[in-house]
């Protein structure tokens, strides 16, 4: 079984789900509707009282996950999290509560998520379809073919529009005008409408709605006869003509909806009614699924040895002409390198080997500097199923991988991460002497200073490496790490 744990702007959620003939069963499910963007003050610091409220969250979560038995949990936090500028400091007082690593994921990767969510629930129907999805900080709009893996998305966008600045920007207190709602949807209409081509030349046959918003609007709109009863433009207009009206939230008591979410159901609107406009949706469908059935899949998809991250190092390798068989002997290197050195942390091997694989991209860019241009790549790149933390742990491990090591002095402290940064920089060196049978014959430590042990001659046969080995030397001897090499 695999857990799914989404910290959204709106509300915390959890999934437990377990692979059953083709599908996903979910066994658990849990909600709180924290309302974490509300926490953000003018400066984008997440408040005391809301950080409290999502670690009393957090930790009841972590009490479900520790009552089942799972093979893998994902906890991924969108876009209050992406914006929050104290959310690195948070982050391990979070991590702590629930007791598992959490990803603050790209509003790119977000989208790519619910799209796997999305055709997974759909199944393998044909056709093109657009997913939209309004959350409560951000907007995430993807075209799609049939697949139930997402490696079919054409186009995935996220925009920093959503329900919460949403509602509090036009609808203050509560109260709702027919002028208001026009200049809602209209600032809606001016986030999407740079973009709005490019979805319309891709065309699609059906469009779907995944969030919890989307759904809540076509509940009110069937249980209440409102339009032609469907999630159609004409219908959404009529909901706002009642919700204008009324005049105030507070008004509303129709059945479908909870009274604390008509605000947010309102700010959703108006954002929807300007997508379809944008667009030119005509009508579309909701779908109770999206961001954690897809993180379920995903993990799925780990577990069976078809991980995204791969394919995503692979388009990035032809995005930027790197010469694959270069790369991948690079880091059959480092692998066999890292072993002898073995690191205490699995996941740095894998942070490792799929450094090696990039390090050249910053050729592309130019050979002067290649490795600073190539960090700079990996950091930032949109990298499917790669989170901004492992983005960063393989760029500093790329951009450690020659030169002087000042640059990556701090990362150095950690152990395993240094073992990772001495593997990259040897399987270069041993890549461009083209030595790679000869790795085996070596004897390699790291323990506070470097100790390499070659066969007699070996070097002796070998110039250019020892020409190498003295650089390293010198280089790991400014920061303090001895860089010994002996025969056997």
Known sequence: MYAAVDLGSNSFRLHIGEPLAGQIHIVRTARD???????LGPDNMLGEQAVET?????????????????????????NTMRVARNAEQLLPRFEQAIGYPIEVISGE???RLIYMGVARALGRTQGRRLVIDIGGGSTELIVGDASTEGDAIRLVESFSIGTHPQSAAYFQGGHISADAFETAVNAARARFEDMADRYRALGWDAAFGSSGTIRAISEVIARNGIGDGTMSYASLLALRDRLVRLGHVDAFDLPGVKRERVIVMTGGLSIL??????????????INAGLRLGVLSDLELRANRRDRRDGAIEDCLRRFGVDAQRAARTASIARRLIDKLAPQDEA??????RACLLHEVGQAISHTGAHKHAAYIVEHADLPGFTAREQRLMSTIVLGQKGNLRKVRE?????????????????????HARVDADVEALKLRMKGRIEIETPRAWLD?????AAWFEKEAAAWSEVGVAFQVGQA
């Open 54 to 78: 999502a670690l009393r969250c957090l930790r009841e979560f972590a009490a479900i996950l520790r009552q089942q038995r799972l093979d893998a949990v994902r906890v991924v936090a969108t």
């Open 109 to 111: 990767e977000e989208g």
């Open 273 to 286: 009614i300007g997508v379809m406009q944008e667009l030119g949706v005509k009508s579309m469908t909701a």
């Open 348 to 353: 740095v091997k894998h942070h490792l080997l």
């Open 411 to 431: 990362a150095l402290g950690a152990p395993d991460l240094a073992k990772a940064v001495l593997a990259m920089r040897l399987a270069a060196v041993f890549m």
């Open 461 to 465: 046969q070998r110039p250019t490496v």
């Open 33 to 39: 509707p924290i309302r974490l963007a509300a926490g």
